[in-house]
């Protein structure tokens, strides 16, 4: 007669629906803060220096990748999709106060020359008139904005303004951005629904 042997039947340990809970919190929160720290952040817009582009109160996402992902703790960017271009709206760590960001547009790259006069953006000589510059007026202001002197980017650096020349503190006043200071380029107004839009 054949014995058959007892075999026991393993022991499934269930984990309690308190600890599975506490995991995918903390499983979703790396999640979120790896994506906030390489791919995407939410900024909202604390004042009016970008009317009518960016009004107050409006919720914004911020593409950090697109000029090269930061590696922490260092001024190193990889896998850049692009440069920086004219036109683009940034955001940034504000140079006289880097805890703070900022948000303007991007008007001029390193190594241009600037001037500020009657309420047109010259670069290199030639006044800016496409439909991201031309339909504003932008007043003469502040120690950089060229006065009767054209401003000279200086190298690894960007120049930019508020689209609300009347009410900007922007690098008219206290010069330029080193391109370490990047954050990432904004593309989208995501609230109030009613202004969800690209950014442009």
Known sequence: MMRVANRQ??????KSAAREWIESI???????????????????IPTGSMIPTLLVGDKILVNKFIYGIKIPFTDLR??????????DV??????EEPKKD????LVALEGEKLLISEGKIYVNGKALEN????QRYYYNRGEYSGGLKE?????DSFYVLGDNSASSRDSRYWGFVPEKNLVGKAFL???PPKRIRIIK
Do not use: C, H, N
């Open 189 to 191: 107004i995501w609230w």
């Open 151 to 155: 401003v000279v980017i200086p190298k």
């Open 9 to 14: 039947e393993p022991v499934v340990r269930k």
């Open 102 to 105: 900022f948000i303007k547009r």
């Open 78 to 87: 990889i896998l850049e999709i692009r440069d920086p271009k004219r036109g």
């Open 90 to 95: 940034i955001v940034f760590k504000y140079p």
């Open 26 to 44: 903390v499983i979703a929160f790396i999640l979120a803060m790896f994506i906030r720290t390489f791919f995407i952040q939410a900024f909202k």
């Open 131 to 134: 439909s991201l510059f031309g």
